[in-house]
């Protein structure tokens, strides 16, 4: 049977930055990476609609299986076209794995029979029969195996192994089922805090026929993340494609494009947002560009439109910025008063910006590889950016007072009208 996807390495350096390309035949679409997917809540984008989207650089979209799985027998298994005419994104990628890659939290304990997911319906359990029915049933462009993930940072070795042993055992059922469907699957490539174990789980996985792999990196130490990356990507083959969980920040993506990552979870756009902050970071000849590049240092990657001193800033986002936030343009002060009055236009501003600004940072560094400069783009912004963990914008934030209710907060003065 003939690959559904393809992909194709334009440039690399030292075989570990990789620049290339990754081709859905069927569909007749190409990815470029390194690249970003599109984050999504019930197989939602937040806080956007379809419409919204047709204006944004959006083309593969992550779709996480728990959150479909609250009853027994989900309704979206009934509807019989499929799950990309199903949520309205017939014109996307779709890449379908079992749990949401923002967070995989603890849930009850798996077996060697099934995998325990949380749902909004509690805990269920998948077994190799129940994710190829909804295979079956959603017919995705890509999906992820089953995967036993270790969510104890403190897991001993007994434990780290079962899950390696684990999730090769259900890879070899769920091959079986996915060559019937004829729908690429991605490995999960396992071995958690445990390098030799991630060595092992790699070179094991490399020998199944799969399309590509996934590197869960959640919850792990930092100072440690290169080592564990490479001990898993080193003992993968070069011709196919790697996605990284835990690596969606800015610094994360850096991290893991140094170390041969080609694709990540778009999840960062949707944490900023949550924040009240639009994205303003640059890479490469953006912020070359910009005038105080050698003075200056800690600079905010986010703008935080909580703070009150935007109420009274009457400029865009980012006078740079194409996307319809900026565009039009809506200004700052326009966008803080959104927050204040929890207007649902304020998200989908933001929303809209941020996944338009975070393809804008993966197309930098794509073109920064191009050129032979990444090491020297990723030591400027390092050095440019601060690295502190941003804070919630709303964080001991009061809504601004509404003066025709004599100073009544606007959060505490809600009435029902019947």
Not at 87 to 116: A, G, M, W
Request: hydrophobic letters at 35%.
């Amino acid at each position: 049977m003939a690959s559904a996807i393809n992909f194709k390495i334009q440039q690399t350096d030292s075989n570990l930055i990789r620049r290339g390309v990754l081709q859905f035949i069927k569909k007749n679409k190409s990815i470029q990476t390194p690249g970003c997917m599109s984050y999504t809540l019930r197989g939602s984008i937040p806080h956007l609609v379809a419409d919204n989207l047709k204006a944004l650089p959006i083309e593969l979209v992550q779709i996480s299986l728990e959150q479909f799985l609250e009853k027994n027998s989900p309704s979206s298994f009934q509807y019989p076209h499929g799950l990309h005419k199903y949520l309205h994104l017939e014109n996307y990628l779709l890449f379908c794995d079992i749990r949401d890659p923002l967070k995989i939290s603890p849930v009850s304990f798996n077996t060697d029979k099934y995998l325990s997911v949380e749902s909004h319906g509690g805990v269920r359990q998948v077994t190799p029969d129940l994710w190829a029915e909804a295979l079956s049933h959603y017919r995705p462009d890509a999906a992820s195996a089953m995967a036993d993930n270790i969510t104890d940072m403190e897991a001993r070795t007994k434990r780290i192994k079962r899950s390696v042993d684990r999730s090769l055992k259900w890879l070899d059922e769920n091959l079986v089922k996915s060559k019937e469907l004829d729908i690429p699957i991605f490995a999960h490539v396992m071995g958690h805090t445990d390098v030799n174990e991630r060595v092992r789980s790699a070179t094991a996985t490399a020998e199944r026929d799969v399309q590509g792999f996934i590197i869960n990196l959640l919850g792990l130490n930092k100072d440690e993340l290169s080592k564990q990356i490479r001990a898993s990507t080193d003992n993968l083959p070069q011709d196919k494609p790697r996605i990284a969980y835990g690596l969606s920040s800015p610094e994360g993506i850096l991290e893991g494009i140094s170390n041969g990552i080609d694709l990540f979870d778009g999840s960062y756009a949707y944490k900023a947002t949550e924040k009240g902050r639009a994205i303003t970071f640059k890479f490469g000849e953006a912020l070359s560009s910009k005038d105080n590049i050698s003075t200056e240092s800690n600079q905010p990657k986010t703008l935080n439109l909580w703070d009150p001193q935007m109420a009274q800033v009457f400029e865009p986002l980012d006078s740079t910025c194409k996307c319809d936030a900026c565009a039009r343009p809506h200004t700052k002060a326009y966008i803080h008063h959104l927050l204040n009055a929890h207007e649902m236009l304020g998200p989908i501003l933001l929303m809209s910006h941020n996944i338009y600004q975070l393809e804008q940072f993966m197309a930098s560094i794509r073109k920064s590889i191009e050129n032979s400069r990444f090491d020297q783009d990723k030591d400027i912004f390092m050095k440019f950016y601060s690295h502190i963990k941003e804070g919630d914008g709303m964080k001991n934030h009061e809504d601004e007072e509404d003066t025709e209710s004599l100073g009544v907060h606007l959060k505490k003065k809600r009435t029902l009208l019947f």
